[in-house]
Nanobody
Framework: QLQASGGGLVQAGGSLRLSCTAS????????VAWFRQAPGKEREGVSC????????TYADSVKGRFTISRDNAKNTMYLQMNSLKPEDTAVYYC????????????????????WGQGTLVTVSS
């Protein structure tokens, strides 16, 4: 139901834009999010957008560098990643849920029912 794309190899300081296309009506999602998982580490929340919220939520590690957005007309969400660092290397997953979560649940991977297949981002030093 979710298809992620846009990963690749980039040098430190570079940029990538990830996309995630939904097969259904993206406007129905109460929350969409990006997560990532580095080798040997747990999946962590990167950024999320809840419907009817004041704005996106970002993990401290990506604030000021990453920007999440959603285009309901295109059933697509994006993650613009700038000033990439080697520690950003991971498989990135998009996720969505219909019920609007509470704020503290927005970056909790256990809160999401629908997941994309993941796209690998590798940042070389």
């Amino acid at each position: 139901q979710l298809q992620a794309s846009g990963g690749g190899l980039v040098q430190a300081g570079g940029s990538l834009r990830l996309s995630c296309t939904a097969s259904g009506f993206a406007s129905d999602y109460g929350s969409v999010a990006w997560f990532r998982q580095a080798p040997g580490k747990e999946r962590e929340g990167v950024s999320c957008i809840r419907s009817f919220s004041n704005g996106p939520t970002y993990a401290d590690s990506v604030k000021g560098r990453f920007t999440i957005s959603r285009d309901n007309a295109k059933n697509t969400m994006y993650l613009q990643m700038n000033s990439l660092k080697p520690e950003d290397t991971a498989v990135y997953y998009c996720a969505a849920r219909f019920a609007r979560p509470l704020a503290y649940m927005c970056l909790d991977p256990g809160s999401y029912s629908y997941w994309g297949q993941g796209t690998l981002v590798t940042v070389s030093s």
